[in-house]
C-alpha cells in the first residue's frame, strides 16, 4: 500500500481520535429520561459516542506505517473492530428513530479550542515516536479514548426511554470498559518490563 497516501490519512484520524479523548467531566445527575434535558444529553452522548467510535475504528491504520509488538497489535486491532461494530449499531438506531441526532456534538469553544491543541500534540508525539516509546504513548492514547466511551455510552444509557436500545447501548459501555482494562494491564506490563531493564542496566 502507498505509504504517501496512507501519512495524511493516517495524520487526519490521529488528529480526529485524540480531538474527543480529554475533558471529559463527571457526569452530573439527570433528570427523568422522559424529559427534554434528558433527551439532549442522550443525543449529545450519542453523537460524541459515535464521533470517538468512528475514529478508533481507523486506528488499526497505524500498522501501515509503525511497527509494534504482536501482542500491541493484535489488542489494537480488536479496538478497532470493536468500535466499528458500534459506530455501525449507532448509525442503525438512529436510521430507525429521526429524533436520534448523531451530529449533535457541540461542546464549549473553550473546551474545543484545548481538545485541538492537545490533539495536535499527541498527532506530533505518535508520528515522531518508535519502539517502546510509541507503543506507550499508543496504549495510553487508547485507555483515554476507552475510557471516555465507555462513560458516554454509560450515560447515554442512563438517558435512553427506550429498553431496548438501553441494553444496547449498555452493551457498548461494557465492551469499552472490558477493553479499556485489557489496555490498562498491557501498559502495566510494559511500564514495569521498562523499569525492571532499566534498573537492571544501571552500573553496580
Known amino acids: 500500500m502507498n505509504t504517501k ?22 457526569p452530573k445527575a439527570q433528570p427523568p429520561s422522559g424529559s427534554r434535558a434528558a433527551h439532549s444529553t442522550r443525543n449529545n452522548c450519542y453523537s460524541l459516542l ?13 500498522r501501515f506505517i509503525k511497527r509494534e509488538e504482536d501482542d500491541v497489535k493484535q489488542l489494537v486491532k480488536k479496538i478497532a473492530a ?19 441526532n448523531l451530529d ?5 469553544p473553550g473546551e474545543t479550542a484545548t ?8 498527532k506530533k508525539e ?14 495510553l492514547t487508547q485507555a483515554q479514548a ?7 455510552a454509560k450515560v447515554a444509557t442512563e438517558n435512553e426511554p427506550q429498553p431496548d436500545r438501553a441494553r444496547a447501548l449498555a452493551g457498548v459501555s461494557e465492551d469499552m ?28
Open 146 to 152: 476507552l475510557s471516555y466511551g465507555w462513560h458516554l
Open 115 to 122: 481538545r485541538d491543541a492537545i490533539a495536535a500534540t499527541k
Open 50 to 62: 459515535h464521533q470517538l467510535l468512528n475514529d478508533e475504528k481507523n486506528v488499526g491504520l497505524l
Open 177 to 204: 470498559q472490558n477493553l479499556y482494562h485489557e489496555v490498562f494491564v498491557l501498559l502495566l506490563s510494559r511500564t514495569t518490563s521498562l523499569a525492571t531493564n532499566s534498573i537492571r542496566a544501571q552500573p553496580n
Open 126 to 139: 505518535l508520528l515522531g515516536q518508535s519502539g517502546a516509546e510509541f507503543e506507550l504513548t499508543l496504549l
Open 82 to 100: 470493536n468500535c466499528a461494530v458500534g459506530a455501525k449499531l449507532l448509525e442503525e438506531l438512529a436510521s430507525h428513530d429521526p429524533s436520534i
Open 5 to 26: 497516501i496512507i501519512l495524511p490519512r493516517l495524520a487526519a484520524m490521529l488528529l480526529s481520535i485524540t480531538c474527543v479523548l480529554t475533558g471529559c467531566q463527571t
Open 104 to 108: 449533535d456534538t457541540r461542546l464549549p
